[in-house]
């Protein structure tokens, strides 16, 4: 069973910069592509960004480009998000998913971002 563990949530201010981790128990995690969602209270989970398996090709959600930046370490078996610019509209919990080469999916159980204004 792959297992997924986010960190790097927290409380900050409108236009500071968080950065998320995600660590996935995963041998072969570079064969996974990998992406980062967010439920806000009361909303259905949304993309944020995913990124394929190499890490060359890269998508956004139009309310986060140009803020937020997906990247992984294969040989850390890490995903990250970095964001920056932070808006109150930003405040979730965020949750990252691994998807196997045979379509496996995996979730992780998310971490609390709080922006305040």
């Known amino acids: 069973q792959v297992q997924l563990v986010e960190s790097g949530g927290g409380l900050v201010q409108a236009g500071g910069s968080l950065r998320l981790s995600c660590s996935v128990s995963?041998?072969?995690?570079?064969?996974?592509?990998m992406g980062w969602f967010r439920q806000a209270p009361g909303k259905e989970r949304e993309f944020v960004a995913a990124?394929?398996?190499?890490?060359?090709?890269?998508w956004y959600s139009d309310s986060v480009k140009g803020r937020f930046t997906i990247s992984r370490d294969n040989a850390k078996n890490t995903l990250y998000l970095q964001m920056n610019h932070l808006k109150p509209e930003d405040t979730a919990v965020y949750y990252c998913?691994?998807?196997?080469?045979?379509?496996?999916?995996?979730w992780g159980k998310g971490t609390l971002v709080t922006v305040s204004s």
């Open positions: 998913k691994a998807k196997g080469p045979y379509g496996m999916e995996y």
């Open positions: 995963e041998r072969t995690f570079s064969s996974y592509s």
């Open positions: 990124i394929s398996w190499s890490g060359a090709t890269t």
